[in-house]
Structures are given as C-alpha cells and as structure tokens.
C-alpha cells in the first residue's frame, strides 16, 4: 500500500535560474510530513517532480528503491502519488461528479458510465464530509466546498502518496477539523501524506516530521514532538524570528474618526452593520467563512448592491458607487484574491505598480522613467524580493506579490485601507515583513481594517476586533486579554 520515496541530489533549472541544489532526503511510509520552507523555498516545484508535473534537471526520484521518471501527472497517478494543487484545478461548468473522473471516466461498454461516476462521487463526498450532490455544477460551490472537492478526487485516484498544499486556506474550523480527522484516518490506512503549509500551529498539531527548505536546499528535518514553532519559523528564514508582532502603539482615544458606517444591509449577507474606526487605528474583523465580512467591504465600495447604511469619510457622508470613487475619497480595499483582483499577474511589475494612478505619470504621454523610479522606491520600501524589475507579476512569490499589491493599493495614498486575508500563503517571514508594514500605516496616522481568518494574527496586529456571525456584528472587543477561545466563542454563537 505505501511509498517509500528517496530525493536523490534533485536540481532543477528554469532557463538561467537554478531552484533547486541538490536536494536529497526520503520520506518514509505511512506518516504525516510537514513540508516547510518560505514561499520561494522549492518546496511546490519539488513536490511537483514527485508528481509529474515538472521533471528534474538532473538527479533521481526513487520510489520503492528504484528510479522513476513520470511523463505527466497521470503516470504519477497511476502509482498511487497525486498532488492537491493551492489553485483549484476544477472545470467550472462540469458537475462535481465529471470533474472527479475528468480523464478517469468510467465505461460500460462503449459508453461513459454515468450512474456508476455519481455513485462512486457520493460515497467519496461522504468521506470528506460535503453534503453535495454529485450532479451539483461546481460554478454552485464556495471555495470551501471546491477544496473537499479536490480531496475527494484524490480519493478517487486511490492515493498512496497525497501533497496538500496549503489546504486549509479556505476553510472553516469545523472543516478543518474534518480534514484533520479524514488525514489521520487515511495515515491509519497507511497513506503517506506530505502537508505543505505555512500555517505551523497546524503543522504542530497533524504532522510526525518536519522536512524545512530554504533558498531551493533541504537544510533541516525532524520529529515535530521535539520542534517548537519558533524553531521551525527560524529554520526557514535562517535567523531568529522571536518579534513575529511590532509593539502596538495604543490608537489615540481622541483621533478624528476616519471611516464609520452606520446600518449597513447587503441582501442575502449583512444586515444591519455599523462600527467605526479612527486615524491611527489598526481594527481587525474575525468571523467564520459566510459571516459576511468580505461582502460587507465590497459592498461599502460599489463591488455589490447594499440596501441600506451610511458612510462617512473624514466626517463627510458618502455614497460610493465604484472603488475608484472610493479610491477618490481615500478608501481603498485590497482584496484576498490578490491574484484575480489584487494584481494582473502577465503585467510587469511597474504596471502593476502605477495602474491605479496612471493620471500621474502621464504628461501627455506616459512618463516611464517616474513609473520606474516609483517601482525601485517601492521595491525598497516594501522588501519586494525580485531579481528583475522588469518581470512579470506571476514571477513573483507569494509573500512578495502581496507586497506588491500593497504597494500598488497605497499608491493612492488612501486614508483608510482595507486588507483582505493580508497573509493567505504567505510564508513567515513575509508575514512579519507585512506586519511591520501594518504596523507603520496605522503610525502615519492611517486607518487601517484587517479581515483575518488567523486569530492570532488580528490578536498581535489589531486595536479593537469587530466578531460578526451569520451577517451580524456580534461584539467588538478591545485587546486586554483576548484570547483565541473568546474570539472563536463569539464567532461561533457559544459565547
């Protein structure tokens, strides 16, 4: 049933540039591995030469003892190793059964067996714990959903070897907690699993070994009962990180309110909202996925219809009908989906960088060389970690394109910014960069709202944190020994 996989002195080059030097280490059969490493590390490009997405430049793959090389991901497949991708890999438009057997399809003679896919697509949705049916179009589905999607299709693959990378993102506690017991079952059946997360208290909590990363080489493995998590963060930074948080500065009680809203509705999603928030103050929104918090900002600036609810900016009352008029009155709002709304990933860097502020570079016609010299500034004031200014978005790592889409949203220079999931798969040492980023908008005298599903990171940023559930604001509370447990409480309805 199980692999026992060996990395044999793997390299691999993309053109000129070497990701991966020689990395060599095994993982045994039947454990949870935790992989870790920052965004950048090879830890995706490694695992997808495990899974026949990429090839190796040079070295070995040893599965069982014995070399192979997969022509695609379909050959993997077929000895039991799939890889769960970050990015979903599902046809919208087909049911959840059509995508799980998309290239599998069962057969009854010449035809596609359509009844026996359904069949099979339902006993492994029962297994993840998705309460869909499997004639369901997957357009219907939230992205928790399209996740235990994907884990069922591995399922269906007959997985020896399962890769998740960065599972969790989009899920709820409850599903993750499903999640958790579903891996320590299939651990129970003898599948290996390599988890790929930056989350390390969940790394902590499911995994037997840790495999650390850094700069594409392995640098560092071992039992995660002996590691702390302040050892696995300094393993993949390669320094101590004991300041994950900057001292908080308190929010002046007296500070001109920047941003309040008052009974704000948004059919189907929020109703009756109002909170405010003052120059200088960093204010944090927990809630489980569905409580309505992303609906309620997009709402605020034009992005849905809200049927009810005041706004007023710097004392001002405003009715925003699109985020450039938000933009215009100072407010802007930088999406969790950093790649779809965030940034336009084939665009260069500067493009990206000026695109909301063109009008300033243009005199007539566009001033390339302020473009560039705004990009350089950028690049130095927010630790974009890029060999060439003059690459594409999407040669970016994570961490670094979230920088850059920060970059980009405060090139306005708004009064009032709004981040969405700021670190979602962002390494560690990313997240404190954009920490201390945080921390330095709000001293300007900004006023700054953090979504976040990361409880201890709207602990250590924020002032005040605002609980909504089902739609509703339930509390705000201010930062005097909150806990995780009372913020959860709130969140869930059992405070």
């Known amino acids: 049933m199980s692999l026992a996989i060996r990395f044999d002195d793997i390299r691999k080059d993309f053109g000129p540039v070497r990701v991966l030097h020689g990395v060599s280490f095994e993982i045994a059969p039947g454990r949870i591995y935790g992989l870790l490493g920052e965004n950048g590390a090879g830890k995706s490009t490694l695992m997808k030469i495990l899974a026949g997405y990429e090839t190796a430049t040079s070295g070995s793959v040893l599965i069982d003892g014995h070399a192979r090389r997969f022509s695609g991901s379909r050959d993997a497949e077929a000895q039991g190793i799939v890889l769960i991708h970050q990015e979903f890999n599902l046809a919208e438009h087909l049911t959840i059964a059509q ?18 896919m359904r069949a099979d697509a339902a006993r492994y949705l029962a297994q993840v714990g998705l309460e869909r049916a499997p004639d369901t179009k997957v357009r219907e589905l939230i992205v928790a959903e399209k996740q235990m999607v994907e884990i069922a299709k591995a399922l269906s693959r007959r997985a020896r070897l399962l890769i998740m990378d960065e599972p969790t993102a989009t899920l709820t506690p409850a599903e993750t907690e499903r999640l958790f017991a579903l891996m320590a079952k299939l651990k129970a059946d003898g599948v ?93 929104f927990a809630g489980l996925v569905g409580a309505g918090r992303t609906e309620a900002f997009e709402a605020l600036i034009g992005l849905r219809k809200r049927t009810g609810g005041r706004l007023d900016i710097a004392g001002r009352p405003v009715d925003l009908k699109s985020p450039r008029e938000a933009m215009r009155h100072g407010l802007t709002y930088l999406s ?50 890029t060999g060439d200014l003059s690459s594409r978005a999407r040669m970016l790592s994570g961490g670094n394109q979230q920088k850059l889409a920060l970059a980009k949203f405060l090139q306005p220079d708004p009064s009032v910014i709004v981040l969405d999931e700021p670190t979602r798969g962002v390494d560690v040492g990313a997240k404190r960069d954009i920490y201390f980023l945080i921390h330095r908008l709000a001293a300007q005298g900004r006023a700054v709202i953090v979504i976040s599903s990361e409880l201890i990171e709207l602990i250590g940023l924020c002032h005040r944190v605002a609980v909504m559930r089902a739609g509703r604001l339930q509390a705000t509370l201010a930062l005097d020994h909150l806990t995780e447990e009372e913020l959860i409480a709130h969140a869930t309805g059992t405070h």
Not at 100 to 115: I, N, P, Q, S, T
Not at 339 to 366: I, S
Not at 371 to 376: M, T, Y
């Open 99 to 116: 995508n799980m057997y998309l290239g599998h399809e069962k057969r009854r003679g010449w035809f596609v067996d359509d009844a026996a």
């Open 336 to 385: 969790e989906d950093r790649k779809g709304k965030g940034l336009h990933v084939d665009l260069n860097l500067q493009d990206n960088l000026t695109l909301m502020t063109l009008e300033r570079y243009a005199h007539p016609l566009l001033d390339l060389k302020a473009g560039r010299a705004a990009l350089q500034k950028a690049v130095g004031e927010f630790g974009i970690r």
């Open 192 to 284: 290996t699993i390599v988890y790929i997360s930056h989350k390390l208290d969940e790394v902590e909590r499911i995994t037997d070994e840790v495999i650390v990363m850094r700069d594409g080489r392995f640098v560092a493995r071992g039992e995660t009962a002996g590691l702390a998590r302040q050892q696995m963060a300094n393993l993949m930074v390669g320094r101590e990180l004991s300041d994950m948080f900057p001292d908080k500065a308190t929010a002046p009680a007296d500070a001109p309110v920047a941003l309040r809203v008052n009974g704000l509705t948004v059919p189907d999603w929020v109703e009756d909202l109002s909170f405010e928030v003052r120059a200088g103050e960093v204010l944090g």
